[in-house]
């Protein structure tokens, strides 16, 4: 349960931190909601783990302010020692022009704002450009960290002009530090931007006090299987009722809602209500989140990529292992946290044989759990975030590599390597 919020008439963020002074700004358009823990608006992975990350960092005692959208909250607002400032309305002004003013001319005036040492962007984007042009203006750090694998595709096919690909290539290549999910991705930036990246493991809160209980294996009679994502094409709800109408022995709880009403979404939303054995339960507040999880034997994932996926790290923190057609650095397979497949058939077969075997069923729920402590707790994986922000603060920014020439990543003194190998609108 996120803890209220309430407003203060001081600037948290010029508190000198006894840890070394670092003064923090997470740039996040979305992360209002998950912040102040309200049931509404955009909630995503991005939004959950810089609101986590800002909460830590400011309970470690620095300075820390979150650029947000303005969604009606006050000025002066802090919650949980994190300063809140607003950018201004998501709609606001004229389209074709507010893409300049009020957005990138709010994103200006409230930078200089917070007025940081290190400024924090995760999610590529036009926004993550527009973060490191102001930093490399200014003299501050900038860090960047990588959300999803289309982000280290030169490509970048999620991004739809020339201006929103132009302005992430530069804040990519512009950041004096990049931080990566994955092996995979990892990879990539070196292998097709030429860019060194640090990995670090992405990190999920645990259950809270009365929310963990060691699953059972479940009864072959009430076998639940959750899915859990916002309804869009890239997360393919389509295959999961599928998969539903070929095993009406099992029940499917869908937790997600569409970010706005397509024709997609409305077909997909009509159909699912028709399948006796599909539970959709719309945009579930992350606070009843556990309650999916310990019902579900199993979280099915059918999306056509990810990063590192929150839902996975959630589950895996209750001990529920994921049947998926994304496999983050094979671990899925690798670790035996459940099981990989890569078509609607192959699901299938995978959940018959995961589910219809208590003995697998129980080694792979002890694998995630244990996966998951390893690698993805709060205490395993914010100290290396904080490590990669203060090695930032101590070297000045650096120009950009050359292609097919890395540049070198200065290694944080305290970063382990782990075992392991959002939403801003549309630039108009």
Avoid at 96 to 107: A, I, V
Avoid at 226 to 235: E, M, Q, S, Y
Avoid at 264 to 290: K, T
Avoid at 365 to 373: C, E, F, M
Wanted: some cysteine; glycine content about 8%.
């Amino acid at each position: 349960m996120t803890a209220p919020a309430t407003r203060v008439a001081t600037r948290p963020n010029r508190q000198i931190s006894v840890l070394g002074g670092m003064r923090l700004c997470v740039v996040a358009h979305s992360a209002f909601p998950t912040l102040a823990g309200e049931p509404k608006g955009h909630v995503g992975g991005v939004e959950r783990q810089t609101s986590l990350l800002a909460r830590w960092l400011a309970a470690r005692g620095y300075g820390v302010s979150v650029l947000t959208w303005d969604e009606g909250q006050p000025d002066d607002l802090v919650i949980d020692g994190v300063r809140v400032t607003k950018i201004c309305r998501r709609n606001a002004g004229l389209r074709g022009l507010r893409f300049f003013h009020p957005r990138w001319t709010g994103l200006v005036r409230a930078m200089r704002e917070a007025d940081a040492d290190v400024y924090y962007h995760n999610c590529g984007e036009y926004v993550t450009g527009q973060v490191a042009l102001w930093c490399r203006r200014n003299g501050r750090a900038f860090v960047y960290s990588v959300a999803s694998d289309p982000d280290c595709d030169p490509r970048l096919p999620e991004m739809k002009t020339l201006r929103e690909r132009a302005l992430y290539r530069h804040g990519l290549r512009s950041a004096n530090r990049v931080i990566v999910q994955t092996r995979t991705q990892k990879h990539m930036l070196r292998s097709r931007f030429g860019i060194e990246s640090l990995v670090i493991p992405m990190p999920c809160a645990e259950p809270a006090d009365g929310e963990w209980v060691r699953p059972a294996a479940p009864a072959p009679e009430s076998v639940r299987v959750a899915w859990v994502g916002r309804i869009g094409t890239v997360k393919r709800l389509e295959w999961l009722l599928d998969i539903a109408e070929a095993l009406p022995e099992y029940s499917f709880d869908v937790a997600g809602a569409p970010d706005e009403t397509t024709p997609y979404s409305q077909a997909l939303l009509a159909r699912a209500a028709a399948i006796r054995n599909v539970a959709m339960h719309g945009r579930v507040n992350p606070g009843d989140m556990p309650r999916i999880y310990r019902a579900a034997a199993c979280l099915c994932c059918t999306s056509v990529f990810e990063g590192f996926p929150n839902t996975f790290l959630e589950a895996w923190s209750h001990g529920v292992p994921v049947v998926s057609s994304f496999d983050p650095d094979h671990l899925i397979a690798e670790r035996h946290l459940g099981a990989v497949a890569h078509d609607v058939p192959g699901l299938i077969l995978a959940l018959r044989s995961l589910l219809g075997s208590p003995e697998r069923w129980k080694q792979a729920s002890a694998n995630v759990r244990r996966y998951y402590l390893e690698n993805h707790t709060i205490e395993a994986a914010m100290p290396q975030f904080e490590a990669v922000f203060l090695d930032a603060l101590k070297h000045p920014p650096r120009g950009a590599a050359a292609p097919g020439n890395p540049r070198p990543a200065t290694e944080p003194t305290r970063l382990v390597t782990p075992q392991s190998g959002a939403d801003t609108g549309s630039p108009e």
